[in-house]
């Protein structure tokens, strides 16, 4: 069993957010899956984005930089 990082009620409201009726409790945990993926690679560049800056701190710069890469 995987660490619960991200609700599965958020993923549902993602969904309903952008036209969902109703979402399956599958449909949620795919969601969650590729948002929780996707997240720890933006993660991991950001890090060394700030590594590189001589920086402890993430800052919000090294996240947005990381999502353009």
Avoid: N, Q, W
Wanted: proline share 1%; net charge positive.
């Amino acid at each position: 069993m995987t660490a619960k990082l991200l609700p599965l009620a958020a993923m549902e409201k993602i969904l309903k957010k952008c036209g969902a009726e109703r979402v399956s409790d599958k449909a949620k945990m795919a969601l969650k899956s590729v948002v929780e993926e996707k997240a720890e690679e933006i993660a991991a560049k950001a890090i060394r984005y700030a590594v590189h800056a001589g920086r402890k701190t993430v800052k919000a710069g090294d996240i947005k930089l990381a999502m353009k890469s």
